[in-house]
């Protein structure tokens, strides 16, 4: 869940690197909160619940494409082109018209450098540590240690250790899905 993983890169860079996030329901109507509580309490009980409080800045919903696209979506993708040559059916995209530098789907990233200069943008399945080496090098810090990718752990360490699953992770693990039942309304359980 991209929340959770936010949480940890905003946690890994406290100094000099900030996540800026804003909610947009134009996108297969996914973020249907009225208000801000309403999108806080969404994601502090329901997705990805468990009482998680995100650590980063989240500011109101805002919309990032069409006609009443907000200034600084305007701004962020001017400066950087999209990150595929597709979209959404149009019946789960929220706005008109339709332009070629849109954001594609929720969650897509861009990292801004101290200037304000559009440094890279990222695809909404980006995972935020996949972003981890370019935030490295937007704050002059030495790429990440080189991972060994059977392990996932670096290269220098003589064993691979064992982790322990937090009891958020458990939690995660055992908690029933939500989905998309009839007429856009969520359904708790299993699909019948």
């Known amino acids: 869940m991209q929340y959770?993983?936010?949480n940890a890169l905003q946690l890994a860079y406290p100094d000099g690197f900030r996540i800026l996030a804003f909610p947009c329901n134009q996108y297969w109507i996914q973020e249907p909160g009225a208000s801000a509580e309403e999108i806080i309490n969404g994601i502090k009980y329901v997705r990805p619940g468990g009482g998680f409080t995100p650590n980063f800045q989240l500011f109101k919903k805002i919309e990032v494409a069409g006609e009443n696209q907000h200034p600084l979506y305007s701004y962020l993708v001017r400066n950087c082109p999209p990150t595929r040559n597709y979209f959404a059916p149009p019946e789960r995209l929220g706005y008109k018209p339709i332009m070629q530098q849109d954001i594609r789907w929720n969650w897509e990233k861009f990292l801004v450098g101290r200037d304000g200069r559009v440094l890279k943008r990222y695809d909404g399945g980006t995972k935020p540590a996949e972003i981890e080496p370019d935030v490295r090098e937007a704050l002059g810090l030495p790429p990440p240690p080189v991972q060994d990718t059977a392990t996932s752990e670096p290269i220098s360490e003589p064993e691979p250790r064992e982790r322990k699953i937090t009891k958020y992770e458990m939690k995660e693990r055992?908690?029933?899905?939500?989905?998309?039942?009839?007429?856009?309304?969520?359904?708790?359980?299993?699909?019948d």
């Open 4 to 6: 959770i993983d936010m």
């Open 174 to 191: 055992n908690r029933k899905k939500f989905y998309l039942a009839d007429k856009g309304k969520l359904k708790y359980g299993k699909k």
